[in-house]
C-alpha cells in the first residue's frame, strides 16, 4: 500500500474536476483559493457540501469579456448536469451557427454558441478561431432542436447576448422555459385525446398509443406490459417506435420513457449495439437513440413542476436522466435501497440490480403523467397492468434471467414503496378524484367507454369459460378437469405415485401459470381449443398435471427423448426456498422409481451429468427456441471448468487442466505412490504406514461428519505430489498417465451419495466406482500432505412435523493436510451460504474469508483489496480486464 496519504483538499479537487471537467489543477487552484479565504466547510461536513459551494461561487460571478465559446459552453453544461440534464458528455463540434453540444436526450435539444459575424462567408465559423472570428465581438447562444418541436420559446427570435447574465441564471430560465413548453403543449393535447387505449380506457391522441409489434393494437404506456396483450413484444419494433415519437414530439406522454428505460435495463448487454444489428439486417430503420445502449445516462424521465413534486426532486429541472434520479433517491433517504431489498426478500423476489432504477423509473414517470394528464387514472393503476408482458419479449432481445422476477419486482417496489413515497399514501388510502372519473364533470365531453366495456365484457365471459376448463367453477366436486386431457394407459398406470405439487408455491405457480396459458388459447381460438395439449403444441407451455396417469401420458407425449426445455425447478424434494430455471435435455419419462417412494420422474442431462426431476418438484416446463444452451445443474470440480464450461467427463486423455482419473488409474498411482513411499523411508516404512492409516482415520472420521445427512456430496483431493515419474527402484515400473505428471499437485474427485435402503447393502453411503480406492487415497495424502474440499449438494429431506423450518444453504468445508510425513490435518476455512441472493447477507458466513487454496495460487488467483472469498475466490493475473 503506497505511503502518500491524499489530502482532504486533494480529495475535494478530484470531486470537483469530476462535477465540473474544469481539470485537476485547476480544480485544486479553486480549492487552495476558498480555504484561504476561509469558505470552505470543516471536514466532517463533507466533499459533497465542499464542492456545492465552489461551484456556486463560480456560478455567481459575473461573466467576465471577452471569452471563449468553449469554455461559456463548458460552463453551461456543468450547470445542466447539476440540474440533473446528460448534456455534453461527447464534447463540442463546429455546427452551423458555431460551437454546439447536445444538451441531453431532451428531443435533441442543442446549445450553440457563436460570435455576431456579420461578414461571415461560412455557415461554420470557429467562434474561438481568430482567423474565422473576430474574437472582440459578444458571444451569442442559441439553443435549438432539429425537430423544430422542443425550442425553448424565449429563444425563438434566434439569439441571446451571453455577457447579460450569469451561466446559472441562464441554464435555470432555459429549464424553467422548457418545463413551462412541455406542460402547455401536453395539456393543448387534451382536445384531441379522444382515442381510448384498448385495455384500460384511458384517452390519448391516437398517435401517442404504439404496439408492442406490427400486428399488435396500439396502447398506451401503462399497458404495454399488460397480460391482456395479444403479441408478443418485438423489441427492435418498438424501440423503433418509442425512439420516433419521443424524440419529434415534445408532449408525448410521460410513461413512454419509463417504458424505454426499463427495456434496456433488463434486456441485456449491449442492447443498442444488438438492436441496431437486427435493424440493419431488418432493411429498415437503421439505429436507435443512446437510451438503448446506455440507460442510466441516456434515459430522459420528465418531472412535474417543482411546486408539485416531491421533496427528493426539487433540486432538479424539468427531467434528469435516470441516475440522476436514482441518485437524489438515495441521497434524500439512505436506507430505501436497502428497504427496497428487504422488501423484495418479504415478497420473496430475488433481488437484481437492475430493479431499482428501473422501478425509479417507473415511479416518477408515471407521477409525472398523472400530473400532466390530470384526467387519467392514476399512477397506481399501471401495478396491475405488469403482468407477462416483460416475460413475453421476444428472443433474443428477451428480459435476462427470470422476467417473471423483475415483473414482481417492480410491482412490489411501486405499490409498497416508491408510489406512496411520491404520492403521499399507500394504493388503501387514495382519494377519489371525480375529474377522473369520466363524464361526471359538466365539462368533460369525451366519448363513453364503449370499447372498454366490451372488453370487460369480453373478459368476464372469457373467465367463467376459463373456469370451466380448469375445473375451479365453485361448489363443483373436485375432479380430473378438462384441460388435463386423456390419462395414461396400460401397464404404466398401475401403481403410480404422486404428481400432486410438493408444496403451495409449486401449486400457486401452477395454477398461475394454467390460468395465463388457457386464458391465450381462449382468446386465439375459444374455449374449443383450450387444454394441456394446445398449450404445448401452440405456445410450448407444459404445466405437469396434478393428477398422475394424465401427468405420466403428458410427459410421454410432450417429451420424447432428447428434447430441450426450461423447467421451472424446486429442487430434489422442492428444498429449494424458491424455483430456478434449468434448461435440460429430456432423456426418459419414468412412470415409476426406484426410491422409498415410488413416483413418477424425468430423466435429464444437463450437459455434464444425468440425473432425475421428480415431476411434483416441477412447476412450468417450457419448450426452449433453438440455440437455448443447457444450464449445468451440479457444480463444476474446478475452478478452471467453471469458468470454461466444461467437466472432467469430457476431458480427453493426456489433458493436464483436469485430472479426474478412471478407477484403474487411480488403482495404479495409489499402488506406485505406496510403492514409492515404501523405497522412500526403507525400514522406517512400516511405522510410518501405521502412522498413515492413524491419520487417515481421522480424516475420514472428519469427512463423515460433512456428509452425514446429505443425499449428495463432492470430494476433492489434492496431493503434493510433484515427482511422481521417478522409476521404481525395482524396475517393476508401469507408465503413468500424462496428467500425473505435470508438476502440479495430483487431483481426484469423487461423490459420497446415500444409499437407498431398499438396496439391501447394509451401507448408508457410497463412494461411487471409487469405493474400494478411497482408503489408499487418503492415506496417500497422510503420506504426502495437501488439500482436502468437502461441498455437501443436496441435504436429506427433514423428518420433522414442520418441513418450512427445514434449513436450506450451500456449504463449502477445506482442510489442510500436513505433509510429508506429518500426519495431521486441521480445518481451515468453513463457508456457509444462507442467502444466495447477497453475498454479503449477515446470514452468510466464512471462517477464512482471505483465504484461497494453493493450488488456485499457483495458477496465478489472488483476492483484490476488500474482496473475499465468499462467492468468488478472486482474480487471476493477468485477467484483471476481463474480470474487473
Partial sequence: MSSKKITNRQQIARALNKATGCGYQQALERVVEAAERNLLPPASVGRAEAVRILIDRAAAEPVPGPMLAKDYLKALVTEFRLLGWGAGDHGPDVECFGLTAYAGPVAGLSLSVGRADDDAGSDELDPDDPEQSDLSKPLYLMSMCPSGNAKVEDFEDGLADCSTEAVRVTARRMDTELGKTRLRRVRGMEERSTTPCPICGDRYPEHHLLKNSHS??????????????????DLPYLAVELDRLLNDDLSAPAGWDAVAAVLALTCGPNLGTRLDRELKERGGWPFVMERWGEPLQRSWIWLPPPDHRHEAFKHLGAGATLAALVDAVDRHDPTARASAKALCRASEVRWRDALWPASIAFAVAFTTQGYERDRHRTPFHVVHSLSDGLEQTMKPFAVTGDALNVEYGLEALLKNQLFPMLLGHSLDEEPDDPRRRYGTQPDDNRPARTHT???????????????????????????????????????????????????DQCRAVRDEARQQAAEALYDLDGSDAVDAEQAWTRNGWWIPSDHASHAVRQAQQFLPAKTRVHALWFGPGAQLPEPVQVCVDTTIVHPHSSGPRDMPWLEVWDGHSVFGLTLSDIALVRRAEPGDELTQVWPSPSPSDREDDVTVNETTPGTTDRPLPTLDDLSLLTNQFLHLAGHRLGEGWKSVDEKA???????????????????????????NLFDTDHPCPSGRNQTLPGYATTGKPYEVEFNVHAHDPSCGCGQEYGFGEFSDRVCQLLIVLCLYGGLMEAHPMIEAATTTENPDDHEVALRDISWVVDGPDGYDFREVQRRVMRDVTEAESSLNTDTNPTYIPPYMVADGWYLPEGGTSMMFHGRRHGDEDETG
Fill in 453 to 503: 366495456d366490451a372488453h370487460l365484457t369480453h373478459s368476464i365471459d372469457r373467465a367463467n369459460q376459463v373456469a370451466v376448463v380448469l375445473g375451479k367453477i365453485p361448489f363443483t366436486p373436485p375432479g380430473v378437469p378438462s384441460w388435463d386431457g386423456s390419462p395414461v394407459a396400460g401397464a404404466d398406470a398401475q401403481g403410480l405415485g404422486s404428481t400432486a405439487p410438493a408444496n
Fill in 216 to 233: 399488435a393494437d396500439p396502447v398506451c404506456p401503462a399497458c404495454i406490459f399488460d397480460g391482456d396483450q395479444r403479441y408478443r413484444v
Fill in 693 to 719: 492409516y492413524a491419520a487417515h482415520q481421522r480424516l475420514e472420521k472428519a469427512l463423515e461428519a460433512e456428509y452425514t445427512g446429505f443425499l449428495a456430496t463432492t470430494v476433492k483431493v489434492w496431493i
